[in-house]
């Protein structure tokens, strides 16, 4: 069965640093490409950052490109995404997500944990 | 960027209507479209993607169509189960999500 499971959540000051890790259980990881998605408090997805399988390629969306960074270690089937220069519309839950193959860049985001909430806030 | 507009906001339904939800694409994304189930305090499932290919252990209930710009996900025969919110995605062009359309019972 294919779990991930995210933590490193809290509550940080505007433009103080914080690092999530999602361990990775139940399939290759290596495999596949893995990526974060975030939610703010009852809004809508939006994604953060993709990873390829070696962990050489890695991709963002514009407001977040600069201040995030995505990484994976796949001796330890886990990601990591440091987010640096938080400020308060960075505040959501953060998923971790997995793709739907193995094969290609862009793909559904077939698996995902239950997140892990991050609060921007002084 | 690829704007996604998700159709209705809000959906009432009652139990055993068929249920159409609709997605639309601010330029062509050539069938890369997913929808994905959220129920409260859960993260999404993946229910479609490609349109219409449904995800391993999905019901077959759900269908998915469209091309262009214009998507629809359907539910032929509503089950209590089935309330929760639903985000398309394209992925034609990296990745956006329409804002959700909340699916109740009547």
């Known amino acids: 069965e294919v779990q991930l499971v995210e933590s490193g959540g809290g509550l940080v000051q505007p433009g103080r640093s914080l690092k999530l890790s999602c361990a990775a259980s139940?399939?290759?990881?290596?495999?596949?490409?893995m990526a974060w998605v975030r939610q703010a408090p009852k809004k809508g997805l939006e994604w953060v950052a993709t990873?390829?399988?070696?962990?050489?390629?890695?991709y963002y969306p514009d407001s977040v490109k600069g201040r995030f960074t995505i990484s994976r270690d796949n001796a330890k089937s886990s990601l990591y995404l440091q987010m640096n220069s938080l400020k308060s519309e960075d505040t959501a839950t953060y998923y971790c997500?997995?793709?739907?193959?193995?094969?290609?860049?862009?793909?559904?985001?077939?698996?995902w944990g239950q997140g892990t909430l991050v609060t921007v806030s002084s | 960027d690829i704007q996604m507009t998700q159709s209705p906001s809000l959906l009432s339904a009652s139990v055993g209507d068929r249920v159409t939800l609709s997605c639309k694409a601010s330029?062509?994304?050539?069938?890369?479209l997913n929808w994905y189930q959220q129920k409260l305090g859960e993260a999404p499932k993946l229910l479609i993607y490609?349109?219409?290919s449904l995800q391993t252990g999905i019901p077959s209930r759900f269908s998915g169509s469209g091309s262009g710009t214009d998507y629809t996900l359907t539910i032929s025969s509503l089950q209590p189960e089935d309330v929760a919110t639903y985000f398309c995605?394209?992925?034609?062009?990296?990745?956006?999500f329409g804002a959700g359309t909340k699916l109740e019972l009547k």
């Open positions: 997500a997995r793709s739907l193959t193995t094969v290609v860049t862009r793909d559904p985001f077939a698996y």
């Open positions: 139940g399939f290759t990881f290596s495999n596949y490409y």
């Open positions: 990873i390829s399988t070696s962990g050489s390629r890695t």
């Open positions: 330029q062509n994304i050539y069938k890369y």
């Open positions: 490609y349109t219409n």
């Open positions: 995605q394209q992925y034609n062009s990296w990745y956006t």
